[in-house]
Nanobody
Framework: VQLQASGGGLVQAGGSLRHSCAAS????????MGWFRQAPGKEREFVAG????????GYGDSVKGRFTISRDNAKNTVYLQMNSLKPEDTAVYYC???????????????????WGQGTLVTVSS
């Protein structure tokens, strides 16, 4: 499984960015997907997860109401729309695919076996 992420960059507080992550190597529509982030000196943090169909989503407490995860199974791509960005959102963002099929989205990073290369988001105040 290969994950190719894009969409990071520099943005002012209050701005928006959209991440994309294109997957290949297996049947994309059969697997949940997730986004994580890691800030300097901090542990990797769950940002958002989405079920294989896209019908169920979940978010970390720090991004609820501001970020939206979605997917296009026809394009084998998962997205993360980030609005109302704050300086504390500064981090490297990773898309991830789980080891096996799950009934819904998954929060634990231990359940993910495949990771994108990471894209840096910097939010200036």
């Amino acid at each position: 499984v290969q994950l190719q992420a894009s969409g990071g960059g520099l943005v002012q507080a209050g701005g928006s960015l959209r991440h994309s992550c294109a997957a290949s190597g297996r049947t994309f529509s059969s697997y949940a997907m997730g986004w994580f982030r890691q800030a300097p000196g901090k542990e990797r943090e769950f940002v958002a997860g989405i079920s294989s169909s896209g019908g169920s989503t979940g978010y970390g407490d720090s991004v609820k109401g501001r970020f939206t995860i979605s997917r296009d199974n026809a394009k084998n791509t998962v997205y993360l729309q980030m609005n109302s960005l704050k300086p504390e959102d500064t981090a490297v963002y990773y898309c991830a695919a789980p080891t096996r099929k799950y009934g819904s989205w998954i929060q634990s990073p231990n359940s993910y076996a495949y990771w994108g290369q990471g894209t840096l988001v910097t939010v200036s105040s």
